[in-house]
């Protein structure tokens, strides 16, 4: 595997880790949730996902319109960031944010599986 595929799949891990754990602390309605470290690394991480996905992409010579697989990351990334958001953040009841909790860990989880099978028909 080359380096920047280890750095991607990696902060994909570093990802859906912070992402357990955040979640946990949100239903346990914990104080560390505030904490500085949960405020920056994920957009940290979050950057290095997509740039490396970028870099991957550019160099295998994948663009999302021939590779359907490909646009179906994207957006996929985008609604497991915004879901992300209401779980962690904007969601008005505790109940509404740990739904969208759960549906972000079922996002992220089809993005592993098209990233593996390279199609977005992961399910049929
Ligand atoms: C949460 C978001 C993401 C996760 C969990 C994820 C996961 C993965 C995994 C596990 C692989 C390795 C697949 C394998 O070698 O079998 C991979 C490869 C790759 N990903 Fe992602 N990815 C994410 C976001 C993205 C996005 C948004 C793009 C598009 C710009 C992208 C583009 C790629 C490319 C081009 C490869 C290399 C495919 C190949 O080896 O042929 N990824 N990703």
Redesign the pocket.
Known sequence: ?DLV?II??GC?LF??TGFTVRGVLMMRESALLQMRLFKIAPHIIDTL??GS??W??VQ?G?G?IDNPW?LA??I??LL?IGLGTVALKRGKTKRLRMMAWLAAMLV?FY??AV??T?SPMVFV
């Open positions: 595997m595929k991607h799949v994909a990802s859906i996902l997509l996905a970028i991957l992409a295998y994948f999302p490909l990351k994207i996929a990334l497991y992220f993005i592993v990233a593996v390279k």
